[in-house]
């Protein structure tokens, strides 16, 4: 198999074989290769002078022909080339060769057994060694890792259903499903940041957009008379969000009007439309209007849609259907141009070609203040008060990603205390908002962020942005690419099929619950380990793939996809060799205060030698991961998957008991009336 890394040893060889390095001493194999190149030249040449007597001498006088200048330099080239072409293909076929020998050394032939029951291992031919711990919960953090050697392409954990063929085969994947998965948006005031086409670039807060809106305001002037129209999401969660902009308004129409040194603004050369928009949507203005005064007016007076459905692109469409050919009294045409308000995505994404398709005939760029979307999810949470009721809510579920079509990363939870990253900021807009302002020639301004999640640098992540493609486009690009249909399929199998996390505290092992609290966590770890399993399947048969694959994107998609799904297959057995083992030989407490038992991280791996090269390879595709995709999210969910070591140990603890009130206390009866005289609850509003 070629490799983008043969390929790059190829060159490299071939070039060291073609020119000395200044180091080597007269006589060098490099000098003896040119002479021997040059020696071929000359018996090419007198050949020539056997043929044609009648060719003049050659300018050195070392042969008793003469050929022009030209033909010398051709002759001499096109033998080099011959040469080093000659020496390529055999320095390719031996890197190629040992290449296939690097496979067949990573490929372990047994594999761990696929029977194993996580209820009732038999420990027979495994003597326990696991060393009971005194004292309280102290997690090992970050093992030891080492950058992951280059030729690793098979895991040793792989199942017989997972093996690559000879033939590579590629499952069908029906991406259709994977890509109907919903998509982006949301959060809170944050840094501001614009993504435009392939670039990123910076601005300050939201002053920092608002002065962008200004220059693109100016540069659409620079064409001829412009209307901008404003279009503001309804709903409850942007109401302090148009508030502030209201506010802002006088800022931009004062920058441009600073800004405007040839008045282009002036008399109804810049007019301005406010479109609210929710499940419905209603013009603010009767008329695109110059005056500030009934712009802010316009913003504050959106009223509140409680729907919780936006129209996004159906009014981005509409928009342009009614303003796109504006025309004034006299008949003179403004150049339109389209400034989406919103925290959420849109709900009727399904019309977003058509919004593309009719903005880009009238040539209406839109424009997009909105959020940034999450990493490889759809939800997120956020908190809203409602005016109305005076009632704060925290955690409301609202559409705020991904930042790519469909989702393309794993849903892995990490099994330890600290933080999960499921609202990890992708650094990119959401797929259908940002992909609206590319197609249209706008630009997608991030202009709130989370309050407690991470941002990261949009310049660093050039290399990794989503693919903005139509979703036709986009399942076809992913049908061609085995790596890329892997990602997706092992994507959708964990969303899927996921089991619930289980637990790593259990109570005494001579208590009654015990064992009834071991066969639960058992089963929810084997549910575990059957979904990472079959999301292997697709990752395994592809990774013969994965150096062809050219994408950054998705290069780092595949490589911590890969490590996680490994490193959490190793926890799993790890995870049923402890259980087993506690069951087998139940351990004593040594503290007389201690009345649970608590898994923790432990960095020798005992279930098999086979499980041990398994952790280390994926510590080694994890490292990699992180060595070669800084400063990403892939980088960091990484790192976080490497915090902690795969195998187990046990350590008593004390877990305070959990009191239960009795029926007939006063503290019961209390609680019982205050249920009967409460009200109706209160609706949770729609965001």
């Known amino acids: 198999m070629r490799t983008v890394g043969i390929r790059a040893a190829v060159r490299e060889q071939m070039v060291a074989r073609a020119r000395p390095r200044p180091s080597e001493p007269v006589g060098s194999d490099a000098e003896v290769e040119v002479a021997s190149q040059e020696t071929g030249f000359r018996a090419f040449l007198r050949g020539l002078d056997r043929r044609y007597p009648q060719a003049s001498r050659w300018v050195g006088g070392r042969l008793d022909i003469e050929v022009p200048a030209i033909l010398v330099s051709v002759g001499v080239h096109a033998v080099l080339m011959l040469g080093l072409g000659m020496a390529g293909l055999a320095v390719q076929h031996e890197v190629h060769r040992e290449f296939q020998s690097r496979v067949e050394e990573h490929t372990v032939l047994g594999e761990l057994e696929s029977k194993a029951d996580f209820q009732d291992l038999d420990m027979a031919d495994k003597p326990l060694t696991n060393t009971p711990v005194g004292g309280s919960f102290s997690p090992n953090l970050a093992p030891t890792v080492v950058s992951a050697p280059p030729g690793v392409n098979v ?168 303003w796109g050919n504006y025309k004034d009294a006299k008949g003179v045409r403004y150049h339109a141009m389209i400034i989406v308000v919103t925290d959420e995505v849109g709900d009727d994404e399904p019309r977003l070609e058509e919004a593309i398709d009719v903005a880009s005939r009238a040539k209406v760029p839109v424009y997009v203040l909105g959020s940034q979307a999450i990493f490889g999810r759809v939800m997120g949470k956020m908190d809203y008060f409602d005016p109305a009721t005076k009632i704060h809510y925290r955690g409301l579920e609202v559409r705020q990603g991904p930042e790519s079509v469909a989702l393309e990363q794993i849903k892995l939870p990490f099994w330890y ?167 087998k030989d139940a351990l004593k407490f040594k503290n007389e205060t201690s009345n649970a038992w608590k898994l923790v991280p432990s960095e020798e791996i005992r279930y098999s030698d086979k499980a041990a090269s398994a952790a280390k390879q994926a510590k080694d595709l994890l490292q990699r991961v992180v060595d070669e995709h800084p400063n990403t999210p892939w980088a960091l969910l990484a790192k976080r998957e490497l915090k902690d070591a795969f195998g187990f140990k046990w350590v008593e603890t004390y877990v305070k008991p959990i009191e239960r009130p009795k029926m007939d206390s006063p503290a019961a009866k209390a609680k019982k009336e205050a249920m009967k005289t409460m009200a109706k609850p209160v609706e949770v509003p729609k965001l």
């Open 417 to 583: 205390d600290g933080y999960q990253y499921d609202m990890l900021d992708s650094g990119f807009g959401p797929y259908a908002l940002s992909r609206l302002a590319r197609a249209t020639g706008g630009i997608f301004f991030v202009t709130r962020m989370g309050p407690s999640r991470m941002g990261f640098d949009p310049v660093m992540m050039r290399e990794y942005k989503p693919d903005l493609l139509s979703r036709q486009q986009y399942e076809a690009a992913v049908a061609k690419n085995p790596i890329r249909q892997a990602v997706l399929e092992a994507a959708l199998i964990t969303q899927q099929r996921m089991g619930p996390q289980p637990s790593l505290t259990f109570p005494a092992a001579d208590g009654p619950e015990f064992k009834e609290v071991m066969a639960d966590n058992q089963t929810k770890a084997a549910l575990t380990a059957n979904a990472v399993d079959e999301a292997l399947v697709p990752i395994l048969r592809a990774a013969k793939m994965r150096d062809r694959e050219t994408s950054r994107r998705w290069q780092a998609h595949y490589d911590l996809i890969r490590g996680r799904l490994l490193a959490m297959k190793i926890r799993c057995y790890e995870y049923n060799w402890a259980c087993a083992s506690m069951k």
């Open 155 to 322: 895991d040793p954990m792989e199942s017989a259903s997972a093996k690559p063929a000879s033939n590579l085969q590629l499952a069908s994947l029906d991406v259709s499903q994977a890509t109907r998965v919903a998509v982006p948006t949301a959060t809170m005031l944050g840094q501001t940041v614009s993504i435009k086409g392939n670039g990123a670039e910076y601005a300050d807060g939201v002053d920092g957009a608002v002065d962008r809106i200004a220059q693109e305001i100016l540069g659409r002037l620079e064409k001829g008379r412009t209307l901008v129209i404003w279009a503001f999401d309804a709903s409850g969660s942007l109401s302090v969000e148009r508030e502030k902009l209201g506010k802002q308004i006088d800022t931009i129409y004062g920058h441009i009007a600073e800004l405007d040194g040839k008045d282009l603004s002036h008399d109804g050369g810049l007019l301005t439309s406010v479109v609210a928009f929710g499940n419905d949507r209603q013009a603010m203005t009767t008329a695109p209007t110059a005056d500030k005064a009934e712009i802010v007016s316009a913003i504050n007076s959106v009223p509140l849609d409680k729907t919780g459905n936006e129209t996004t692109f159906g009014t981005v469409a509409e928009i342009v259907r009614r």
